[in-house]
């Protein structure tokens, strides 16, 4: 389906609590995958930079000379 035809049945339908806040996932080609809520969406990107952050500290804690 086309995004814009899943754009246009996503928003003609009637607005939830639950559904308003919704990101529009695409694939490296812009095909259609699905929605995410935003605080699920957050939540994931909270979970990988706090795994980056640990991964660069205990990087930095190999590199570095003890003092």
């Not at 308003?20 to 490296?28: A, Q």
């Not at 969406?41 to 990087?59: D, G, H, M, P, S």
């Amino acid at each position: 389906m086309p995004i814009g035809d899943v754009l246009a049945a996503r928003c003609s339908r009637a607005r939830t609590k639950i559904s308003t806040m919704n990101v529009l996932l695409v694939d490296e080609a812009g095909g259609f995958l699905g929605f995410i809520g935003t605080e699920t969406l957050f939540k994931v990107q909270n979970a990988l930079l706090l795994a980056n952050i640990r991964e660069l500290e205990e990087r930095d804690r190999v590199i570095r000379p003890q003092e």
